[in-house]
């Protein structure tokens, strides 16, 4: 167990820290790109909300569906968080959307919160947060892929394809297919899969999507419609039915009222704004910091399993995910 623990801290510090080098090194590039208003430390202040909370929505959760219903849970998340996004930058003076708006937010709110972040959560009954995180952190493998066999596509460099041949082997030993494991596990854990590459679709669309001009309402928007859509699914399964208000724990509403606050409104918010004003090749960095803070908490703070085998997979994937970090910074 101290070994393990070792390990981890240890692991943890050096990914944390090679994206913290990462950014520095980009920083210096994008000076021309950063509003006057948006200082070092707000950058680095937003960097740590990406890194670290991201990396906490997976712990959260995993407490909020212990006595939360699942759907009915991250729906009322995206639609609490939505609504008080959307309601208070029209209050600022936003103008109001047009219909084509709305359908660009239905698209990237079905393909990134609803088969995104909604699969991850329906995942995490069947398997531990921490590989929920790592499964979920194989999306720049997608994005490398699709910007490749797109029409027109560029050939990614060849640290982008070694990084894509690593993840697989990462995953392979992660999921590891031979070992005697539940039809259950082995589904979510495929799901999770489809899962990254619903976001990595999404991701893709909205580089060209008609959206609203004010940036933030049009992340607003997403929220609203996928946490409606999410609503209805869990009615539509039967969730409501054997629910009341009184039994859930105090946990999994301090967990939903987290992941409403940090997970949604600062985290998500902060990641919009950082693609804005810093290079999207590091902001992306954030994809190999999250599992790694996910599996950690997950052992600390849950009692999820941490072994060898599953070190050596987080390790091969985040190493993966930097090679094509690295390796498709040009690739557009």
């Known amino acids: ?3 393990a623990r070792a390990i981890s801290n240890r692991a943890i510090g050096q990914v944390v820290a090679t994206g913290m080098r990462l950014r520095s090194a980009y920083l210096c590039r994008v000076s021309d790109r950063t509003p006057a208003r948006a200082t070092r430390s707000q950058i680095l202040i937003a960097f740590a909300a990406v890194y670290i909370i991201w990396g906490s929505t997976y712990l959260a959760i995993r407490f909020a569906i212990e006595t939360l219903p699942p759907m009915l849970m991250v729906g009322s998340r995206f639609l609490a968080a939505g609504g008080i996004m959307y309601i208070w930058l029209r209050m600022r003076g936003a103008a109001a959307p047009k219909a084509i708006h709305w359908r660009s937010a239905a698209i990237l709110g079905i393909l990134m919160p609803v088969f995104g972040t909604g699969v991850v959560v329906w995942a995490e009954k069947r398997v531990p947060s921490g590989i929920a995180a790592l499964l979920v952190a194989v999306e720049p493998l997608w994005i490398v892929l699709l910007q490749w066999w797109r029409p027109g596509g560029k050939r990614p460099k060849a640290a982008a394809i070694g990084g894509v041949a690593l993840g697989l082997a990462g995953l392979y030993l992660l999921v590891d297919p031979g070992s005697e494991k539940s039809h259950g596990g082995l589904f979510a854990e495929s799901v999770l ?12 669309y909205s580089r060209s999507a008609p959206q609203a001009k004010a940036k933030f309402l ?18 539509a399964i039967g969730e409501a039915s054997h629910f009341s208000l009184g039994a859930p724990s105090a946990k999994s509403w301090l967990a939903l009222l987290y992941l409403i606050t940090f997970g949604s409104i600062i985290a998500y918010t902060a990641y919009v704004w950082l693609l804005r004003i810093v290079n999207p090749t590091l902001v992306s960095t954030y994809a190999f910091v999250n599992p790694v803070v996910a599996v950690f908490l997950g052992w600390a703070f849950a009692s999820e399993p941490l072994n060898g085998r599953m070190i050596a997979a987080a390790a091969i994937i985040v190493g993966a995910v930097a090679l094509i970090t690295m390796g498709g910074k040009d690739v557009e």
């Open 1 to 3: 167990m101290e070994i």
């Open 193 to 204: 899969l489809l899962a990254a590459l619903s976001w990595a679709v999404g991701s893709l």
């Open 218 to 235: 049009g992340t607003a928007m997403e929220m609203l419609v996928a946490g409606a859509v999410l609503v209805a699914v869990g009615l």
